[in-house]
């Protein structure tokens, strides 16, 4: 179905990179790996790495860069990546992009394409704070753009939707200054390893998703 298996997902929160994710790896076989929703699971089991994570996490920084990449290394080189691997939500500084590259080279794979997702800043902000969140499969609605059939329920699984802590006014408009910060100079890196595409992120996932996937054929 596509030609283009090894796969970052770049762009601000709330460009839709999770949710058109979750969509690819559903249609395609292709392993979402999610750095985010790994913490969010850690934290919420309270293993040592939830720990280390959580203060990170909850004021909207970045977990540092050694932690983040020991984890995503790990979760690379298990066998249910072999067809391919979605990365969303990593790298997401230059120094984690330096690390990926070693990573993968040490079990003979390369990135096919990093998909960048563009929207204006108003929406971002919008998106964010209507944010919720399935409490058991991690599908993502949308208050304003994407309510659930149901208030507050699920409609794949019945399971409780929430608003995650760090999806709140100020935390969000700090993600998006970080994200500014230390994850945008990363478009400029993979264009020039000439691997970066550009989609328009401020569609709705039923008009950017089969953008998508055209540009992994
Ligand atoms: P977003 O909606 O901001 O894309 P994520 O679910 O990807 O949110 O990430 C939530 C939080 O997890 C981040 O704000 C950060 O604290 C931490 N995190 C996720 N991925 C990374 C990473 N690659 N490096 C450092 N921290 C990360
Ligand atoms: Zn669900």
Request: aromatic share 6%; proline share 6%; hydrophobic share 35%.
């Amino acid at each position: 179905m596509l030609n283009k298996h090894n796969l970052v997902f770049l762009g601000p929160p709330g460009a839709g990179k999770g949710t058109i994710a979750q969509l690819l790896a559903r249609d395609s076989g292709l392993v979402h790996i999610s750095t985010g929703d790994i913490f969010r699971n850690e934290i919420g089991s309270g293993t040592e790495l939830g720990k280390k994570a959580r203060g990170y996490v909850d004021s909207g920084g970045l977990v540092p860069d050694d932690l983040v990449s020991e984890m995503v290394g790990a979760r690379l080189s298990r066998p249910d990546c072999t067809p391919g691997f979605i990365l969303d939500g990593f790298p997401r500084t230059l120094n984690q992009a330096g690390l990926l590259k070693p990573a993968l080279c040490r079990i003979g794979k390369k990135l096919d394409c990093v998909v960048n997702f563009e929207a204006p800043y108003d929406l971002l902000v919008k998106r964010l704070t209507a944010r919720i969140i399935c409490s058991k499969c991690v599908t993502n609605y949308n208050r304003l753009f994407s309510p659930p059939q149901k208030d507050g329920v699920c409609d794949l699984c019945q399971g409780a939707l929430y608003s995650r802590p760090d999806d709140s006014l100020d935390t969000a408009i700090d993600r998006l200054r970080v994200y500014k910060e230390q994850t945008e100079p990363l478009i400029e890196y993979y264009r020039d390893e000439g691997i970066l595409v550009s989609v328009d992120g401020s569609q709705s996932k039923e008009i950017t998703y089969p953008m998508v996937l055209e540009v992994l054929r």
